[in-house]
């Protein structure tokens, strides 16, 4: 196997986390077209980018989500999706995918839209791109969920969730009136959202079933319905019942080697298979 079918295994197999960032580096090659390079700078369109013109906003209502795979540069892109691996590493031990997925379009919305209502009464035109604010979310939720959760990082050692995530949210309040405010108050409103989201799920409602509902809605919009058309089935009444038994023997002992491949990849990582499992599980995923 070469490093583009680790790649594609890895998207298949590492969950909406890993997919996500895919996307998010994915974007960020293709918005290469909107480098500016005499200004050395991005720029994006109205289209694409979230403005605080609600004018425009309301005539390019799907801006609300892709600014949050939008990025103004490398490092930006880079740090954002650091901490999106960690966060999401935490939100994922307690909560599902779809929760994961739907937290991060929902605080993405809710942020943009506190980003809009400030700065359109503060009387400031200006546009806003990144993750930052989702990632935030992310981040928060799984501090609301478990603030006492002992982390071990780099350096400084053991500390407490809370403790990481109080800081990150103080460093972002003291730098809300220095250069870069709107995202700093973005970062916030995504914050906010993370206490709401898992504060509404404890009471039980999750609010991620709004984007998995939203999705479906749509993908049945696009899916065209089948008309049912008569068919004629011819039946082979001598149809061997070993043939069938040895089938379901081959495919048992296949699915039984996935599981045994998956469950090694979760305790020791995708790193720890061996090439010819690695082709297996690659063969198996197609």
């Known amino acids: 196997m070469n490093i583009l079918d680790d790649i594609k295994l890895e998207y298949k197999i590492g969950g909406i986390a890993n997919r996500v960032i895919y996307w998010n580096v994915a974007i960020f090659l293709i918005s290469l077209v909107f480098y500016h390079f005499k200004e050395l700078r991005f720029v994006f369109p109205n289209w694409i980018s979230l403005t605080t013109n609600p004018k425009e906003v309301l005539f390019f209502p799907w801006t609300l989500i892709t600014y949050a795979f939008l990025h103004s540069g490398f490092w930006h892109l880079f740090f954002n999706m650091l901490v999106l691996n960690f966060s999401s590493r935490l939100f994922l031990t307690f909560f599902t995918q779809k929760q ?29 791109v990144g993750a930052s604010a989702a990632v935030m979310a992310i981040l928060v939720a799984a501090t609301t969920y478990q603030p006492l959760m002992v982390i071990r990082l780099f350096v400084i050692g053991n500390v407490k969730l809370w403790h990481l995530t109080a800081v990150i949210i103080l460093l972002d309040t003291m730098q809300v009136l220095a250069e870069n405010s709107g995202g700093h108050i973005s970062h916030l409103a995504g914050a906010a959202f993370g206490i709401i989201y898992i504060r509404l799920l404890q009471n039980g409602t999750d609010l991620s079933n709004i984007v998995t509902n939203t999705i479906n809605f749509f993908t049945n919009l696009a ?46 990582g995708y790193e720890s298979l061996s090439p010819q499992e690695k082709e297996f599980l690659f063969k198996a995923g197609k």
């Open 100 to 128: 994961f997925f739907g937290l991060y379009i929902l605080s993405a919305i809710f942020a943009g839209l506190a980003f809009i209502f400030v700065f359109y009464f503060m009387n400031i035109q200006t546009n806003i």
């Open 223 to 268: 899916t065209p319905s089948k008309k049912s058309v008569f068919k004629k089935v011819h039946v082979n009444p001598k149809k061997p019942a070993v043939k069938r038994e040895s089938k379901v023997v081959i495919k048992d002992k296949s699915q039984q080697q996935i599981d045994e491949i998956l469950d090694k990849i979760s305790q020791s």
